[in-house]
């Protein structure tokens, strides 16, 4: 990718790879925080257009109405492992 810069500890490019797992909740919270940050931060990512800032604009709408419970996210963590 020509433009790949670092904002709030994360590159461009790790933040597209991070994306699917973003949506599904499957991100950490430290990692999530740091997705947030960087999409708050980094003009080229707001710019980015197209299904990015859809998807980007999605999941805040969809954040902003369904906050992820850490609860909830716990007992998800619990069953991956169980399962494993
Ligand atoms: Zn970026």
Redesign the pocket.
């Known amino acids: 990718m020509a ?3 670092e ?1 709030a500890g994360i ?2 490019g790790e ?1 597209l790879e991070r994306l699917s797992d973003y949506v599904d909740g499957e991100l950490d919270a430290a990692e999530r925080a740091r997705v947030d940050a ?2 708050a931060g ?1 003009d ?2 707001e710019r ?1 257009g197209g299904a990015f800032a859809t998807t980007v604009g999605r999941l805040r709408g969809a954040l902003t109405s369904h906050p992820i419970d850490g609860a909830v996210q716990e007992r998800l963590r619990a069953a991956l492992d169980d399962a494993r």
């Open positions: 433009h790949d810069h904002v590159r461009c933040v960087h999409l980094c080229w990512c980015f």
